[in-house]
């Protein structure tokens, strides 16, 4: 059976945050948005969806609006993109892509987000 995750506590948010009971608002002490929503995004398990949502948005422009409609990034786990596809030469097509498919993401994401892309038809 599998533990249960718990949900992050006051405190948690405030780790995250950068403030706690002694800290000065005042000092610039506090961390900026950006880094409290990437720990926060990280401490809840949720970079990996957030990346995915990043990625179907940039779908279409990085295949071409034809093979973005015969095709979508359905999950991505672990750094590996699983891309459902409508046929069978669309998918040796994009299988063809796939290492300038994979530097594309990287440059646009500005991460390493995907180490490897499987299609599926």
């Known amino acids: 059976m599998k533990a249960r995750k718990s949900l ?3 405190a948690d948010y405030r780790q995250l945050c950068g403030v706690g009971p002694d800290a000065q608002w005042a000092t610039g ?3 900026p948005p950006k880094v ?3 720990r ?3 401490k809840l398990k949720l970079e990996e969806r957030f990346r995915q949502a990043e990625i179907q948005a940039l779908w279409p422009r ?5 093979n973005a409609r015969h095709s979508h990034p359905d999950s991505l786990r672990r750094g590996v993109l699983l891309v459902r596809v409508t046929h069978a030469p669309l998918r040796h097509h994009l299988e063809m892509m796939r290492s300038e498919l994979i530097r594309h993401f990287e440059e646009q ?3 390493t987000t995907i180490r490897e892309i499987r299609f599926v038809a």
């Open 109 to 111: 994401l500005q991460s």
């Open 8 to 10: 992050p506590t006051e």
């Open 36 to 38: 409290v929503l990437g």
């Open 62 to 66: 990085l295949v071409g609006e034809f």
């Open 40 to 42: 926060l995004l990280e």
């Open 29 to 31: 002490d506090a961390k």
